[in-house]
Nanobody, 122 residues
Framework: VQLQASGGGLVQAGGSLRLSCAAS????????MGWFRQAPGKEREFVAA???????YYADSVKGRFTVSRDNAENTVYLQMNSLKPEDTATYYC?????????????????WGQGTQVTVSS
């Protein structure tokens, strides 16, 4: 599966952005779809994941502010980000996994998009 992320940009603190990740290839609905982010000088970290069988998962730092959703008919997963903070600034990556066990671990995701930059100004 190939992934193409989009929707990043520059936004003021308190603002919103919606990221999209379009997938090509078969069996999109069978994948766990995840969002990760990486800030300069920091390790890549889990943000959110969506498994249509078991539900949604969020990092504590974004819970209540971010919402992950997917449209299997459009082969697209979304990340709605509200109440953005400067510490949300990072490159955001979407990823696909066939492993339902470790949905918060980047090593479980085999397929990655190219990343989209999100910058939140204070």
């Amino acid at each position: 599966v190939q992934l193409q992320a989009s929707g990043g940009g520059l936004v003021q603190a308190g603002g919103s952005l919606r990221l999209s990740c379009a997938a090509s290839g078969r069996a999109f609905s069978s994948y766990v779809m995840g969002w990760f982010r990486q800030a300069p000088g920091k390790e890549r970290e889990f943000v959110a994941a969506h498994d249509w069988r078991t539900g949604t998962y969020y990092a504590d730092s974004v819970k209540g502010r971010f919402t992950v959703s997917r449209d299997n008919a459009e082969n697209t997963v979304y990340l709605q980000m509200n109440s953005l903070k400067p510490e949300d600034t990072a490159t955001y990556y979407c990823a696909a996994s066939e492993d339902r066990t470790f949905v918060r671990s980047s090593s479980a995701f085999l397929y990655w998009g190219q990343g989209t930059q999100v910058t939140v100004s204070s």
